[in-house]
Protein backbone atom coordinates (compact mmCIF):
# COMPACT_ATOMS: atom_id res chain seq x y z
CA UNK A 1 0.00 0.00 0.00
CA UNK A 2 1.10 3.34 -0.89
CA UNK A 3 2.59 5.22 2.84
CA UNK A 4 2.69 2.10 4.49
CA UNK A 5 -0.38 -0.25 5.96
CA UNK A 6 -1.82 -2.86 5.68
CA UNK A 7 -5.56 -4.13 3.54
CA UNK A 8 -7.83 -5.29 5.73
CA UNK A 9 -10.97 -8.25 4.54
CA UNK A 10 -14.31 -6.40 4.12
CA UNK A 11 -16.18 -5.84 7.49
CA UNK A 12 -12.68 -5.31 9.38
CA UNK A 13 -11.24 -1.66 9.87
CA UNK A 14 -8.26 -0.68 11.36
CA UNK A 15 -8.33 0.90 15.24
CA UNK A 16 -5.14 2.33 17.07
CA UNK A 17 -1.94 1.03 16.66
CA UNK A 18 -3.23 -1.29 13.89
CA UNK A 19 -5.82 -3.35 16.10
CA UNK A 20 -8.69 -4.30 14.54
CA UNK A 21 -12.10 -2.94 15.56
CA UNK A 22 -14.74 -5.26 16.88
CA UNK A 23 -17.01 -7.04 13.88
CA UNK A 24 -20.49 -8.27 14.77
CA UNK A 25 -22.50 -11.07 14.05
CA UNK A 26 -26.01 -10.62 12.83
CA UNK A 27 -29.02 -12.95 11.94
CA UNK A 28 -31.02 -11.63 8.89
CA UNK A 29 -34.25 -12.72 7.67
CA UNK A 30 -35.80 -12.29 4.66
CA UNK A 31 -39.93 -12.68 3.88
CA UNK A 32 -40.94 -12.79 0.25
CA UNK A 33 -44.61 -13.23 -1.57
CA UNK A 34 -43.49 -15.68 -4.28
CA UNK A 35 -45.34 -14.85 -7.90
CA UNK A 36 -46.83 -18.63 -8.11
CA UNK A 37 -46.99 -21.04 -5.20
CA UNK A 38 -43.99 -23.51 -3.95
CA UNK A 39 -44.03 -26.61 -3.14
CA UNK A 40 -41.39 -28.73 -0.69
CA UNK A 41 -38.90 -29.46 -4.31
CA UNK A 42 -39.29 -26.02 -5.20
CA UNK A 43 -38.11 -24.53 -2.06
CA UNK A 44 -35.84 -27.85 -1.66
CA UNK A 45 -33.99 -26.47 -4.89
CA UNK A 46 -33.79 -22.72 -4.05
CA UNK A 47 -31.51 -23.65 -1.29
CA UNK A 48 -29.15 -24.96 -4.19
CA UNK A 49 -29.56 -21.70 -6.05
CA UNK A 50 -29.24 -18.83 -3.00
CA UNK A 51 -26.18 -19.11 -1.73
CA UNK A 52 -24.69 -22.67 -2.24
CA UNK A 53 -22.28 -23.38 0.27
CA UNK A 54 -23.42 -20.85 3.25
CA UNK A 55 -23.97 -23.36 6.14
CA UNK A 56 -26.24 -20.88 7.64
CA UNK A 57 -28.88 -20.37 5.28
CA UNK A 58 -32.22 -21.84 5.89
CA UNK A 59 -35.21 -21.36 3.69
CA UNK A 60 -38.69 -22.07 4.21
CA UNK A 61 -42.33 -21.78 3.37
CA UNK A 62 -45.47 -20.94 5.70
CA UNK A 63 -47.98 -22.48 3.28
CA UNK A 64 -51.03 -21.72 5.01
CA UNK A 65 -49.27 -17.56 4.27
CA UNK A 66 -47.88 -18.09 0.80
CA UNK A 67 -44.82 -16.54 2.11
CA UNK A 68 -40.74 -18.11 1.50
CA UNK A 69 -38.31 -17.16 4.27
CA UNK A 70 -35.04 -16.80 4.19
CA UNK A 71 -32.44 -16.42 7.20
CA UNK A 72 -28.39 -16.48 7.37
CA UNK A 73 -25.92 -14.78 9.87
CA UNK A 74 -23.78 -12.52 8.52
CA UNK A 75 -20.36 -9.95 9.75
CA UNK A 76 -21.13 -6.51 9.58
CA UNK A 77 -19.78 -3.05 11.15
CA UNK A 78 -23.47 -2.45 12.66
CA UNK A 79 -27.05 -2.95 12.66
CA UNK A 80 -27.64 -0.66 9.54
CA UNK A 81 -25.09 -2.44 7.49
CA UNK A 82 -26.09 -5.62 8.63
CA UNK A 83 -29.52 -4.82 6.85
CA UNK A 84 -28.32 -3.80 3.55
CA UNK A 85 -26.87 -7.16 3.69
CA UNK A 86 -30.45 -8.70 4.34
CA UNK A 87 -31.54 -6.23 1.07
CA UNK A 88 -28.67 -8.34 -1.06
CA UNK A 89 -30.23 -11.30 0.22
CA UNK A 90 -33.05 -10.52 -0.29
CA UNK A 91 -32.40 -9.73 -4.05
CA UNK A 92 -30.92 -13.07 -4.45
CA UNK A 93 -34.23 -14.73 -3.11
CA UNK A 94 -36.19 -12.76 -5.71
CA UNK A 95 -33.63 -13.86 -8.65
CA UNK A 96 -34.12 -17.54 -7.90
CA UNK A 97 -37.99 -17.52 -7.14
CA UNK A 98 -40.05 -14.23 -8.44
CA UNK A 99 -41.91 -11.98 -6.26
CA UNK A 100 -42.46 -9.28 -3.98
CA UNK A 101 -40.02 -8.75 -1.14
CA UNK A 102 -42.14 -7.98 2.22
CA UNK A 103 -39.58 -7.82 5.04
CA UNK A 104 -35.93 -7.27 6.10
CA UNK A 105 -34.72 -7.97 9.02
CA UNK A 106 -31.71 -7.66 10.78
CA UNK A 107 -31.17 -8.70 14.56
CA UNK A 108 -28.02 -8.40 16.66
CA UNK A 109 -27.52 -9.34 20.37
CA UNK A 110 -29.28 -6.25 21.87
CA UNK A 111 -31.19 -4.93 18.93
CA UNK A 112 -33.12 -4.99 15.54
CA UNK A 113 -33.81 -3.46 12.44
CA UNK A 114 -36.28 -3.77 9.80
CA UNK A 115 -37.77 -2.60 6.82
CA UNK A 116 -41.45 -3.43 5.35
CA UNK A 117 -42.65 -3.00 2.09
CA UNK A 118 -45.45 -0.53 1.95
CA UNK A 119 -47.41 -2.95 -0.40
Known amino acids: MPGGGALWDAGYTTDRAGQTA ?11 RPDRPLDDAA ?58 LLEVSALGDEDSLVWRSEV
Open 22 to 32: AVDTFTLFVAL
Open 43 to 100: VDALGVTVRPGDDDLRIWREAGRGLLRVSTECAAEDLEAALELGHELGAEALDACPGS
